[in-house]
């Protein structure tokens, strides 16, 4: 299996790996960086933020910081792609091609299937790119690399805005901002857990973020906060070799203390109950 690393700044920025009978992402896990993973022979299957996804041939599914990937299972003799960027520098090429409608499809659509001639021409972008990161000797090696990166995210995000957009451009502003708000949460409620940060992260007022949702949700922005919070906090003490404090240093939590209080209060159960119900055990 070939690997391809694009270096800049001391830092591994792009890592193309070519897939062969294996996805190299170990879950459960909060991505720390971007991924996109394209197939082309055989089938994998995902589940993103409780959301199961099939690829087959010639589909791909992009993934974010903060994702999380609770399962994935490859086929027998799969092929294809696994691209992963730096945070810094998805952040660098979406200033390229910032739109709040192509952001919020990207998290809507993460998946995508596509034509024989749509995916070979993406294909050809994935070689090309390769040609170039081996290439350290050429004048603009930096910024070739860029350039075709942008084309291939470019091209699988027209293909996106064709699909879909449609419905998101016809959206009110309430539903586009709560959209938003539930992209975010997927990516940031194991670390933010205040409607300030949120609303801030929205360009709007905390009182005017828990408003609009209580007229869409029928609850406060608190208790959704904290629900994705729960759930975040269920998928980690269900792996077993994490302790409690680490846990709740994962879900930036004070202390062990604090996170069991906040537990026991939105569950009825401390976190400890919650093992004990899983593995019929204490933690020792």
Same mark, same amino acid.
């Given at each position: 299996?070939?690997?391809?690393? +694009? %270096?800049?700044?001391?830092?591994? %920025?792009?890592?193309?790996?070519?897939?062969?009978?294996?996805?190299?992402?170990?879950?459960?896990?909060?991505?720390?960086?971007? /991924?996109?993973? @394209?197939?082309?022979?055989?089938?994998?299957?995902?589940?993103?933020?409780?959301?199961? +996804?099939?690829?087959?041939?010639?589909?791909?599914?992009?993934?974010?910081?903060?994702?999380?990937?609770?399962?994935?299972?490859?086929?027998?003799?799969?092929?294809?792609?696994? $691209?992963?960027?730096?945070?810094?520098?998805?952040?660098?090429?979406?200033?390229?091609? &910032?739109?709040?409608?192509?952001?919020?499809?990207?998290?809507?659509?993460?998946?995508?299937?596509?034509?024989?001639?749509?995916?070979?021409?993406?294909?050809?972008?994935?070689?090309?790119?390769?040609?170039?990161?081996?290439?350290?000797?050429?004048?603009?090696?930096?910024?070739?690399?860029?350039?075709?990166?942008?084309?291939?995210?470019?091209?699988?995000?027209?293909?996106?805005? %064709?699909?879909?957009?449609?419905? @998101?451009?016809?959206?009110? /502003?309430?539903?586009? $901002? @709560?959209?938003?708000? &539930?992209?975010?949460?997927?990516?940031?409620?194991? =670390?933010?857990?205040?409607?300030?940060?949120?609303?801030?992260?929205? @360009?709007?007022?905390?009182?005017?973020?828990?408003?609009? $949702?209580?007229?869409?949700?029928?609850?406060?922005? =608190?208790?959704?906060?904290?629900?994705?919070?729960?759930?975040?906090?269920?998928?980690?003490? &269900?792996?077993?070799?994490?302790?409690? &404090?680490?846990?709740?240093? =994962?879900?930036? +939590?004070?202390?062990?203390?604090?996170?069991?209080?906040?537990?026991?209060?939105?569950?009825? /159960?401390?976190?400890?109950?919650?093992? $004990?119900?899983?593995?019929?055990?204490?933690?020792?």
């Amino acid at each position: 299996m070939g690997t391809y690393i +694009f %270096r800049e700044y001391d830092e591994e %920025r792009v890592i193309i790996r070519d897939v062969c009978d294996t996805i190299e992402l170990y879950t459960p896990i909060h991505l720390q960086k971007y /991924h996109l993973i @394209m197939i082309n022979e055989g089938e994998l299957k995902i589940d993103v933020n409780h959301r199961k +996804f099939t690829l087959t041939r010639q589909s791909s599914i992009h993934l974010n910081v903060g994702d999380l990937v609770r399962s994935i299972n490859a086929s027998k003799g799969i092929k294809g792609y696994h $691209i992963t960027f730096s945070a810094g520098f998805q952040n660098e090429m979406r200033s390229a091609r &910032k739109s709040p409608i192509n952001i919020q499809l990207k998290k809507d659509f993460p998946f995508q299937e596509f034509s024989t001639e749509e995916y070979d021409f993406l294909k050809v972008s994935v070689d090309i790119l390769k040609k170039y990161i081996l290439n350290t000797s050429h004048n603009y090696h930096a910024l070739v690399i860029k350039n075709e990166i942008l084309n291939l995210l470019l091209n699988i995000s027209d293909k996106r805005r %064709r699909d879909h957009g449609k419905n @998101m451009e016809n959206a009110t /502003h309430g539903e586009i $901002i @709560m959209k938003r708000f &539930k992209s975010l949460l997927e990516g940031h409620s194991h =670390r933010q857990h205040s409607v300030t940060w949120y609303a801030d992260a929205l @360009m709007i007022t905390p009182d005017y973020l828990s408003k609009l $949702i209580r007229e869409k949700e029928g609850r406060s922005a =608190r208790t959704i906060i904290n629900e994705s919070i729960i759930n975040n906090a269920k998928v980690l003490m &269900k792996q077993p070799e994490l302790s409690l &404090k680490e846990i709740s240093e =994962r879900l930036n +939590f004070p202390d062990q203390s604090s996170f069991g209080r906040f537990f026991k209060t939105n569950t009825g /159960h401390s976190p400890k109950e919650f093992r $004990i119900h899983l593995y019929g055990q204490e933690e020792s």
